[in-house]
């Protein structure tokens, strides 16, 4: 296994940039999700690595090795592919072996080898078929299978759980997460499921635009989010997002709305004194707001929308200025749409944002 | 209600019926007259079945030693030389071509595209003088490869068109995955698309070979040497010298159209596929 490590590289394709200057480094051993939005260029970066298509700008350097010029099969690489990409005129067996077959390993050692990954996969019963007459689950196996058969330099994963039902994939998950561990391998991992990238990546690398948004640990992302963007993608439901003004009077910052002010902590006044302009986002996840039936000081009114329960927890969204606010409540605790509100946030946790440049304000 | 749409049904049914008659009375009666004597052929009223069932008109047509089944044969090879270089050339060219037009996007590609079908808006007999006239400078005319080479101009762009709607149906990914796997973008075309693409060559080929073992217009017009002539001329040669000999003509037109058909049977699975594959997006 090799660090991975991308240096200002670009993809354009004509006038559109599909990647603009994105930098970061897999250590050896690390994973690595790659998240975004659909058309994010996360795929894109990922082929770019692999070097199935040509860079515009940039260097890529697996171990100490810059593979800027290299054909994919110069770059040592293992890929699993969003549709598996099973050779479906082959038998499993020979699809497990082609990796080795295109190496020249010898005949025994290629036997060796499929046996030993089939065993490990738990698909020596299908080696014979053909990956049509196998399920979405067993098809996945093999694709996984192909990829661990040799031991590349790293593995790049193409959102390689997006095909499978439901509960396959939280199997799957866990399944991956613990590949991981055991064969400490370096694993660049694409997805637009910010829970697959946060449950099993060291690392996520959030993309937005072609661009690299945030590059961190799960923890540090969901809970220092760089922007607005990482600050909604990240988190199931989302983070709420308020756009409010800033009114300073004297010594007290506070945040105000529609008919209410906010007063803030020592510690936010002076993040919010950063921003640009008295345009200000609130951000909190839902963890963090408390609802009363009740005005108390410090509180924000609103309007309950909808009650959505799920069983552990019931999501009540509110209508705050506008926006919708997202607050979570024990499932016994009786609230009804269409009725006041005072939301209550937790100013420890709670974020702030600039209204200008949608970046967090952090304490200076 | 179910008894409109078994209305509709029967209709059907009737209708799929006439369409059948249509098509295979002509060959049953083709086929029939082939193994009546040249008396029985004759006759009227005509005898619906033979009477006395002959195989002396193939015989006579399958017999080298015979003048007749000597033209014949000579007729045979000569369709099957021309079809044969057409289709061989015709798949060298275009499985690269459609390839190309399927993967990779380079300037002039849609324009390209588009120019290669233009051919297909116009009926073949347009092209008749000025390929005649191509040809004569060429001094191609009264050779075969004045007819491979029209039939490639004709067979090609369907051949290129069938064939990419098949690799657009192999997905990418499989070379992709063949080329990290340590394959050569050439050798991920030949290990992993090739025999992948193996139906559609067959399609593509059938299309091509049918097309030059029937052609007639311009074999009548670019050979004038007797022993060149291919199948359709040859026979038609058959009908003004042997004008009464029904029999004999029959088992000819018969013979001919054996190698179309059983072409089309072996290969017809392949066949649908391809129509099929093209049009209809997994």
């Known amino acids: ?364 | 209600m179910s008894g409109r749409v078994d209305g509709w049904r029967w209709a059907g049914r009737v209708f799929l019926v006439l369409i059948l008659l249509f098509t295979a009375v002509p060959m049953v009666w083709m086929l029939l007259t082939s193994i009546k004597s040249q008396f029985a052929a004759m006759q009227y009223p005509p005898q619906w079945w033979p009477k006395e069932p002959t195989l002396q008109n193939y015989t006579k047509l399958l017999d080298p030693t015979n003048p007749v089944g000597n033209d014949f044969l000579r007729y045979m090879w000569n369709s099957f030389y021309v079809s044969l270089a057409t289709t061989v050339l015709g798949v060298a060219v275009a499985v690269p071509a459609a390839y190309a037009f399927s993967r990779f996007r380079f300037p002039g590609r849609t324009f390209l595209f588009f120019a290669v079908l233009l051919r297909n808006m116009f009926p073949a007999v347009v092209f008749l003088m000025p390929l005649f006239i191509l040809m004569r400078w060429l001094g191609l005319v009264g050779t075969h490869g004045s007819l491979i080479l029209t039939y490639l101009t004709f067979g090609l762009p369907l051949s290129i068109w069938l064939l990419k709607g098949f690799y657009d149906n192999i997905p990418i990914q499989l070379e992709q995955a063949a080329r990290i796997d340590g394959a050569t973008r050439f050798q991920a075309f030949l290990l992993i698309v090739m025999p992948l693409s193996v139906p559609g060559i067959l399609a593509t080929s059938i299309f091509s070979f049918i097309g030059a073992w029937n052609e007639y217009v311009y074999a009548a017009t670019f050979l004038n040497r007797q022993d060149q002539l291919t199948l359709p001329v040859g026979i038609q040669r058959f009908f003004a010298e042997f004008a009464t000999d029904w029999p004999g003509l029959m088992a000819a037109t018969f013979l001919m159209s054996v190698p179309v058909v059983v072409l089309f049977l072996v290969l017809q699975r392949y066949f649908v596929r391809a129509l099929t594959e093209g049009a209809v997006k997994s």
Not at chain 1, 138 to 157: C, E, I, S, W, Y
């Open chain 1, 1 to 364: 296994m090799a660090k991975v490590a991308l240096e200002n590289v670009v993809k354009t394709y004509g006038p559109v940039t599909a990647v603009g200057d994105v930098s970061f480094t897999v250590q050896d051993g690390e994973f690595v999700a790659l998240v975004g939005p659909s058309g994010c260029g996360k795929t894109t970066t990922l082929n770019l690595i692999a070097g199935l298509i040509p860079m515009s700008g940039g260097n890529i350097r697996i171990g100490d090795k810059l593979v800027n010029d290299l054909d994919p099969k110069d770059r040592d690489i293992a890929m699993v592919f969003q549709n598996y990409a099973l050779y479906p005129n082959k038998t499993v067996a020979k699809n497990l072996a082609f990796p080795l077959q295109m190496r020249r390993l010898s005949k025994d050692e290629i036997l060796r080898k499929v046996t030993e990954t089939a065993r490990v996969l738990d698909i020596t019963h299908l080696l014979e078929r053909k990956p049509r007459e196998l399920s979405g689950g067993q098809q996945q196996r093999v694709a996984l299978g192909r990829a661990l058969v040799r031991d590349p330099r790293a593995f790049l994963m193409d959102e390689p759980l997006s095909n499978l039902d439901a509960k396959l994939r939280v199997q799957m998950r866990t399944e991956l997460k613990r590949f991981h561990q055991d064969l400490k391998a370096t694993i660049i991992y694409v997805t637009h499921d910010q829970l697959e990238a946060v449950t099993m990546a060291d690392k996520m690398a959030v993309m937005n635009g072609g661009t690299l948004q945030q590059y961190d640990s799960p923890k540090n992302v969901f809970d220092h989010p760089v922007n607005t963007f990482v600050a909604s993608f990240v988190g199931s439901p989302a983070m709420s997002l308020v756009p409010l003004r800033r009114v300073v009077d004297g010594d007290t910052v506070a945040l105000a709305g529609n008919g209410w002010q906010m007063p803030l902590s020592p510690a936010n006044a002076r993040k919010a004194l950063g921003a640009k302009s008295d345009k200000l986002i609130l951000g909190a996840r839902h963890s963090t707001i408390a609802l009363h039936d009740t005005p108390h000081a410090g509180t924000v009114p609103g309007r309950v929308y909808t009650v959505e329960p799920t069983g552990d927890v019931t999501f009540v969204q509110v209508h705050v200025d506008g926006a919708i606010v997202i607050a979570s409540l024990a499932p016994d605790v009786p609230v009804r749409s269409d009725t006041n509100v005072w939301l209550g946030f937790d100013q420890t946790r709670m974020h702030l944002f600039d209204g200008e440049t949608q970046m967090a304000l952090t304490q200076t």
